[in-house]
């Protein structure tokens, strides 16, 4: 087996509030910073054992939605890395 190492990101639905964002975002513009908007998420390094890249990919896949985002609010996004 090799190993396989992904990147994850976790990040609020559009359609969900972001209070963490919408907290650092109103921080930002009182600071007199020209931000516009800021979300709030984050970032998982993921490294799995798999006889390939393609089982490597389908696991990190399913390890994502099932154990390291809430689907119901929050979306992912994995990349080889």
């Keep these: 087996m090799k190993e396989f190492l992904f990147g994850v990101t976790v990040m609020p639905r ?25 979300r709030v998420g984050r970032f998982i390094e993921l490294k ?4 390939n890249d393609a089982s490597a990919l389908t696991m990190a896949n399913k390890i ?17 890395g």
């Design 48 to 51: 799995v054992k798999a006889e």
């Design 14 to 38: 559009r359609e969900v509030l972001d209070t963490q964002g919408r907290a650092v975002e109103e921080t930002l513009q009182r600071e007199g910073e020209p931000v516009v908007s800021c």
């Design 64 to 80: 994502s939605e099932s154990l390291l985002a809430n689907t119901l609010i929050e979306t992912f996004e994995v990349r080889r």
